[in-house]
């Protein structure tokens, strides 16, 4: 391969020359840092990186960093790099995005894509919010949150439990992480871009224009008990009773990646072309 | 021995001219490239019609050409197989075959027809009517009369113990010929009516003997020897029931050598077969009928070429996934119908403003909503034409034949790679599920594959302006030009912009690639011009006349209406468009000039084709429109019809 | 209200003059067959109800009974239902669908509906099979079964859990019926028919024609173990571990339905266009 | 004291004519009613604009009305604020106003802008130019330069300490005057500075101090007491700037009694009212800018008039749980931008096939794809009537102006509940996101609701055919008359069908109501013609002349060209389309006869006007067409460039 003899690069050398549109203080930067630090710490060549995103703040990510990118719809990062992936093995795929964009609108795609498999890292911004369309509940807002304009007295839907989703619909890599630890957070991506398969990572990263009091989640956040759960109900037990704010690798699986079809290659159309003759 | 045949009746077309005849044997009936053979029928009257199932005159055999021929039952006895095996039986006697089929809500159990059109020329449409219809049995039989259109010149074959004919065959004044199929089976083969209804029916349409069992073993090979060998039993019982024990052996060695360059195929195949001509390796869809075919053809196929198919969790997921397999490289394909097409609306956009070619195979069917998912329609080009949010431009192509599926999907897909926009080609349920016996499809015109950055001085440009609008195009893997493809309006290098100088220069960029690009002579099917070629037409040839215009599946009934009014001394020229948009506004308008009436012809209800080209400002005013929504297709007839029903059209 | 007086009705009172489109022997008759049980043992005014579903064989069950129905669009039915049931809060709404229609295209909604809490009864017939478009597997068929010809190696993703999903999306009502048992399963219906929120039911119900080996299921079911769980964690101990044949009540739970705004009414259109006035 | 104004320029429109005046008073400027009022300016020169910041000339007053100033600044430092006081005053000085707003794609601290123009009259637009601009800071501001036209007569003000003046300001050839905003902002109050500046700017543009404070007291109550106190202290300290101390306390007691007849509201509170009235008491929908406001206002006022609004998972699932909320009887709307317009054709064409009536509100935005979200453009008119699958006609309209969007809005619930079936109501930033001093919008005219069904005799047929082609709809909860609504083509009682009889049908039924309703004079707003019903139109008034046709919000540009173009002694007729499917051909041909010229005027890229009105055949062939894309919005003086520049348009 071309590439394998790359200099070792710096975080920095990962970055884009583009200046965020993120407001001060925004979670997002400090998850921009830590995966630019597992980049380079894993020594990837930035050339086989491509990084798929939806549409929200945190999907604005990619253009931020000196790697491949697609910026794509809102919703629908994880069926695009689906298929990037799939066509090509061979590439690092990372796919980011934010809770409304994943669990929202997305909700499907992140259903099917932890049912699939795929060798994909998935890299959440959970602010609870959306914060590019000014402030609404997002899947994971608290019923009963009503500083949102378009739920005034709030959503009354129960919280979207992303771990727990993630299990029953069956992601072998469910992590937690919090943007105010960027430390913790490097190590978990790491671990998620190295998993042989769909790794799928929440990280808890506070929007400070709409959702302010989330400033006290570095209070409220904890490490989770114990090594990552192995087997699905000792982890669904920990999900589905947690506070959401354990953070570290919570669920840790070796299953069988997606391999849809064996590629033969090496036939050609000619004897595909001769069943029609007569 | 050859049974004799009574009161033969040559009529001609239009069914007007007639004249007896004596006899003719079964022997003389194939005659390849002898066209037009004159077309024999049975004398009918009302009072033939009045006695169903109790004549017993000997079986006559059919020998005009094409002959149009139906097998109907209901679901699960076999008449499709019955019309399979007729249209290889049709390709072993060297002739040219079209087989389209019906079929009804049910999964099983429900009504279906298999209707065969044959002769010694390719067939460019299913024709006017029915000259041959044998009744499995009659339950739904209404449900799907109406696409039988029986003509007094038709013949149709029942078995009394197969129910009371409808009303509807008595009045169409058809003729009738008990037959009796159970009873046949019952005695000569384990009881497989349909079968025996192949040997019936091909002998009466005038097949080989041979040409029907070496039909019969193509087809049901996979099934097996001891389904084939019962087969043979029963194909030879139902041909003895026309032309008598003695014959068949002597029949058997009379099958000429098939002309083995004519393939078999249907139109979802050839659409597979022209995406992997034309490069595609990666395929994302979610199954809809009429589409799965295409896709099922697809999946144990790509691998061979190292390629794959992913199943999609619905349709919003297949159009993001066909992005990023090219965004990787990799030309990608999607096959849906109408309602699956509304849902990637908002992903072709992205594909548009990204410039990320791929192709979506829109396999048509009876729309609004879930509309009839069973029939065909044309109802769908608004939606491909217009159907995207913002200023959106992309390709829109049709095949205009079964064959030319292969050529427009192999076409379509060197165009998207080579303009990095999405094609959306409009194929239909009747070119998707219909067979073929036709010549090889030619291929797609050779292009320029897509434009990959070289590593340059400056930073790279993704979405940098040209002379053409086509900006090189980094991938994956490849150092030194990382970009981040958008979504959002950019600049040249990709960044996010909302100047308005920005979103002028990429909406121009995105405009003027499409129309820059030279679409060479294939952009339509033109005939009765003296060259297809725009500069042909631009010096004025084929002056005068009548022009009919189309698009798509309706071309076959457009071209042999204008083959029939050419014969009754009309002027016709015909255009039927392939490439739908960017539409070819000169050249088109060019291919026009001079007629003296034109008539768009299409399958929907208001004219969408017709709308679409007074749009675009190339339809004189006196231009009109003959559109009918589906599932009924356009006949010949009726397209004459509506010529005639031109006030100021000329005859020459 | 003028319809509480009602004369008692059979189960033969709430089906339709339509012949269904079935095969003959599909599970889906026996589903019919219990819910108009199910409507004439609970009594509900016919026009009082109203059935919702999306597009496959199993969707086409509305039409087949003598009450509102909507025949909507391939995975829409939840939203349609529940802009029907917020709309009109005093009708009983009953979702019907498939596998297909249910967890592939309509995955995103069913994550939703749970959230929401909406007092609806979702009734899927799973075939484990998308029967209408002609035997493709659905997000419950097992990664290995080839009989598929769009994916004839198999699809290579892990079965959809539908109970584990559905309780890790927050449902409070989670069953499993079997189509050969239609008196258990007409007592399922009614509990979740009357159960104050949404209400989910998995039907086991065998596609003849594409999956005829499904007519062996009936050896293969058994009632769940015990009573229904009520706490999230022991359910999905049990979901995630089971063989996906445990028929019953799985899971029960009250939660508060969901209540999006107070209406307060009363109040007119005079008092807000006030607003604008200088 | 009143200052002096030094050597004002009088100059016409097209800048040409210029005659030298004296002084103006400033309390002489505001004269409602007056117009049109000579417009002064300071004269300009190279010298001075390459003098930045060191002019030291008192302040001139600036009279001319309808005047347009702009208040520019970072994100969060107050500029928008400063633009609703600014409303709020132009509202209690009497004046009518428009309030336009650009903002970039920071969610903060990104650059932003408040555009306002306000006169005697009614604002029909932006208009050409901005008069008066006062900068907060310099920062960002080439983002949105180009949206901020200045001319040689226009007057810049900025606080030296603002930072370095950009090029492009001292290229305009605009006066410039130095304000020492800051200063004064540290001197008099609490530090904002963004509240001084509506002193000044509100002194320099004539507008009475007692306005200014009361706009302030009115826009900022809901933040507090002390906030208004502390503002009230820097728009004082603002105004004396101006005007000098001793002249604020006189200023006070000048502020004329407000017209409490006229109203201060945006777009998209507009449209949220207008469905109100309309009837629709269930919304659900999925956040999206430029729409998200409009459901935030209905939000808490829904529940108010015992309706509900669901915040959906998606655009898929908010089209269809209007569809659940309408059939249950209640009417229904969801509110979308182009990405969620494109999502929800699905749902579209089942509101269609199963005549459910929705009102889709679509507040356009640049596309294509995610495209420009924060800005306008008029690019989803070809989505909006074309984009759906299969023959599926329906409702699209389009407001005319903010005040416009309560009557439109209203109208299309309406009509939607009559017609049973969809309506998409096409809106846009430029609309949604902007605001007015206006008369209140006038009610929707009275139509019959939704037909419901009445007990029978025979089984309940929902589809039956009728007619006007509208069949009684049953509600759930009614006995009597139960039914399964259908997505799949059916018969009158909703029986799934595949037959053609049964599909022509009920694609006759649902094109006819569509086509045999009469819409009455409100499917344009026509002026210049005697009277815009069409019967008058069709006896042939105002023939001649030039005639410019437009739909939605570009209504205001084109009206006021024309009124410009009049006043130069050209003959000139508006159409502005607010019902644009169907079409009212004969209607719209017949408002069009006679007409030397037309032009088409349009904010997108390719014409999608005119070329629907050419697929329409109502266009003559020498029509033109004035179409830029957006963000910036189209001006008179473009238009008016663009009939002059038309060949053969007749001066009358
Ligand atoms: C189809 C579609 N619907 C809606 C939107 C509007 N939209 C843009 S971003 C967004 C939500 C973003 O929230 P999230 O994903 O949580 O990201 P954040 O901004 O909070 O980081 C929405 C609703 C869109 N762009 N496209
Ligand atoms: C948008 C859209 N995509 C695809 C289809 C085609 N389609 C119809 S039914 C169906 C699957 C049905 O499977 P399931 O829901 O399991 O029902 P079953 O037939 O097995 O009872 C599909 C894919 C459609 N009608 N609409
Ligand atoms: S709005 Fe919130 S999420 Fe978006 S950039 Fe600002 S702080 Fe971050
Ligand atoms: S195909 Fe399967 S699911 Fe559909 S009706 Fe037949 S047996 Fe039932
Ligand atoms: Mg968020
Ligand atoms: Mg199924």
Redesign the interface.
């Known amino acids: 391969m071309?590439?394998t003899a790359i200099p070792s690069l710096g975080a920095r050398d990962y970055k884009s020359d583009?200046k965020p549109?993120?407001?001060?203080g925004c979670g997002h930067f400090a998850v921009l840092s830590a995966l630019t630090r597992t980049l380079a710490f894993l020594a990837l060549?930035?050339?086989?990186?491509?990084v798929?995103s939806g549409?929200g703040?945190s999907s604005r990510l990619?253009?931020y960093?000196?790697?491949?990118?697609?910026?794509?719809?809102?919703?629908?990062a994880?069926?695009?790099?689906?298929?990037?992936?799939?066509?090509?093995p061979?590439?690092t795929v990372i796919v980011t995005g934010g809770d409304g964009d994943g669990f929202?609108?997305?909700?499907?795609?992140f259903?099917?894509a932890c049912?699939?498999?795929l060798d994909l890292t998935y890299i959440v911004m959970d602010n609870q919010v959306?914060?590019?369309?000014?402030g609404?509940?997002s899947?994971t807002t608290r019923p009963d949150w009503r500083r949102s304009?378009?739920?005034?007295?709030g959503?009354?839907?129960?919280?979207?439990?992303p771990a727990?989703?993630a299990?029953?619909?069956?992601a072998g890599f469910i992590a937690r992480g919090f943007a105010g630890d960027p430390n913790g957070l490097s190590h978990l991506l790491a671990q998620a871009i190295e998993y042989p398969g769909f790794a799928f990572v929440q990280v808890l990263s506070p929007c400070q224009?709409f959702r302010p009091e989330s400033r006290e989640w570095k209070t409220r956040v904890h490490p989770c008990a114990g090594a990552p759960a192995r087997d699905?109900?000792t982890a669904?037990?920990l999900?589905?009773?947690d506070d959401g704010m354990a953070l570290g690798l919570l669920y840790a699986q070796v299953?069988?990646p997606?391999?849809?079809?064996?590629?033969?290659?090496?036939?050609?159309?000619a004897?595909?072309?001769a069943e029609?003759?007569? | 021995m050859v049974p004799p045949v009574v009161a033969l009746v040559f009529s001609d077309v239009a069914g007007i001219a007639s004249t007896s005849v004596g006899r003719t044997g079964a022997r003389d009936g194939i005659r390849p490239g002898a066209s037009p053979i004159p077309r024999p029928s049975v004398q009918t009257n009302s009072e033939l019609a009045d006695r169903p199932h109790t004549r017993r005159d000997p079986l006559p055999i059919r020998h005009e050409r094409p002959l149009a021929l139906a097998v109907t039952g209901s679901g699960g006895n076999g008449a499709l197989t019955a019309g399979m095996i007729l249209l290889a039986a049709v390709a072993r006697a060297g002739l040219y075959g079209l087989l389209t089929r019906s079929a009804g809500p049910q999964i099983r159990g429900g009504e279906s027809a298999a209707m065969l059109r044959f002769g010694p020329e390719p067939l460019a449409c299913i024709g006017d009517r029915i000259d041959l219809l044998l009744a499995l049995d009659w339950a739904n039989h209404l449900r799907f009369s109406e696409e039988l259109p029986l003509a007094r010149t038709s013949l149709v074959l029942a078995d009394p113990a197969a129910g009371t004919l409808p009303p509807v065959i008595a009045a169409s004044g058809a003729a009738l010929h008990p037959i009796a199929l159970r009873a046949a089976a019952r005695r000569y083969c384990d009881g497989r009516t349909n079968m025996v209804a192949v040997g019936v029916v091909g002998a009466v349409a005038g097949l080989p003997l041979a040409a029907l069992l070496q039909g019969a073993a193509e087809s049901l090979a996979p099934k097996g020897e001891a389904i084939v060998t019962a087969a043979t039993a029963c194909i030879r019982a139902g041909f003895a029931v026309v032309h008598g024990e003695a014959t068949v052996t002597a029949a058997e060695a009379s099958c000429p050598p098939a002309a083995l360059a004519r393939w078999n195929i249907s139109g979802n195949e050839a659409a597979g077969l022209g995406a992997l001509r034309g490069g595609v390796r990666f395929v994302a869809a979610y199954p809809i009928t009429p589409a799965s075919d295409l896709l099922e053809w697809l999946a144990p196929r790509l691998p061979r070429l190292g390629g794959l198919l992913i199943q999609a969790e619905d349709e919003l997921a297949a159009i993001n996934m066909v992005i990023g397999s090219s965004f990787g490289g990799v030309p990608a394909l999607t096959a849906t119908s109408g309602p699956g097409l509304s849902l990637m609306s908002e992903g072709l956009g992205l594909a548009v403003a990204s410039e990320t070619p791929i192709v979506v195979a829109n396999v048509m069917r009876g729309g609004p909503s879930t509309g009839i998912p069973t029939k065909s329609e044309q109802a769908d080009l608004d939606l491909a034409l217009y159907g995207l949010h913002g200023d959106a431009p992309h390709l829109v192509l049709a095949p205009l034949d079964i064959a030319d599926c292969a050529f427009t999907f192999d076409w379509a897909t060197r165009l998207t790679e080579r303009l990095q926009v999405p094609a959306i080609v409009l194929s239909d349920q009747a070119l998707g599920q219909a067979r073929a016996i036709c010549d090889p499809p030619p291929a797609a015109p050779a292009l320029a594959g897509r434009e990959r950055a070289v590593p340059g001085a400056g930073g790279y440009a993704r979405y940098a302006a040209s002379i053409d609008g086509v900006s090189p195009m980094a991938v994956p893997g490849e150092p030194g030009h990382m970009y981040t493809a958008e979504g959002l309006e950019h600049n040249a290098r990709g960044t996010p912009s909302s100047m308005a100088a920005d979103h002028c220069r990429q909406l121009d960029k995105r405009w003027h690639k499409l129309v820059a690009h030279n679409y060479g002579p294939t952009w339509a099917d033109i005939d009765g011009c003296l060259d297809s070629h725009p500069a042909a037409l631009l010096t004025g040839a084929a002056p005068g006349g009548l022009c009919l215009i189309t698009w798509g599946s309706s071309r076959g009934a457009v071209v042999e209406a204008a083959e029939r009014l050419r014969r009754d001394g009309w002027l016709v020229r015909v255009i039927a468009l392939r490439l739908l948009a960017p539409l070819q506004q000169a050249a088109l308008r060019a291919a026009i000039a001079g007629a003296g009436a034109v008539l768009v012809v299409e399958l929907n209800h208001r004219g969408q084709l017709f709308r679409y080209l007074h749009a675009q400002e190339v339809l004189p005013t006196t231009a009109r429109v003959l559109a009918h929504p589906g599932p009924l297709p356009l006949r010949p007839a009726e397209i004459i019809a509506a010529v005639q029903a031109l006030e100021d059209a000329p005859v020459a």
Chains 1, 3 share one sequence.
């Open positions: 071309d590439s583009l549109v993120w407001c001060p060549p930035k050339h086989r990186i491509a798929i549409i703040c990619p253009a960093l000196d790697c491949y990118g697609f910026h794509g719809l809102h919703g629908r994880l069926p695009l790099a689906t298929g990037l992936k799939a066509a090509r061979d590439l929202s609108i997305g909700g499907n795609h259903l099917h049912r699939r498999n959306y914060g590019m369309t000014k609404q509940a899947p304009r378009l739920t005034p007295e959503t009354g839907m129960q919280r979207f439990k727990a989703i299990l029953a619909a069956g224009t699905p109900a669904a037990q999900m589905l009773t299953l069988p997606f391999e849809s079809q064996p590629r033969l290659e090496g036939d050609d159309l004897a595909i072309e029609f003759a007569l």
